[in-house]
């Protein structure tokens, strides 16, 4: 087991107590298990129960620069997508009124 393997389960122990999702004697027993292990196996009482690590990227809309989380952005122009889709809507009209006229 590394250090930097350690320091990344520490910092997990630390985040989770910070979140109060662990209380102090659980914590502290967590820590000391971790810092006497010498094989990976032994590490399994020391994660168990901890929220999983993030193993993706944020999306790019997400961190975009546009503003923060849970603000509402500016309001965007959807002429073009508006004539799409009402012409689409035209033209299925139109065919089902064709198809009903020549098999009426």
């Known amino acids: ?39 990976l196996g032994q590490l399994v009482p020391v994660v168990q129960g901890l929220p999983p690590l993030q193993t993706y990227n944020d999306p790019a809309i997400v961190s975009s620069p546009g503003g923060r989380p849970g603000e509402v952005s500016e309001q965007r122009s959807a002429t073009g997508v508006a004539l799409v889709a009402v012409g689409g809507v035209l033209l299925l009209v139109l065919l089902i009124a064709v198809l009903l006229v020549i098999l009426l």
């Open 1 to 39: 087991m590394t250090d930097a393997e350690r320091d990344q389960l520490s910092s997990r122990l630390n985040a989770a107590f910070t979140a109060g999702t662990l209380d102090a004697e659980d914590y502290q027993a967590r820590l000391d298990t971790l810092f006497a292990a010498q094989r």
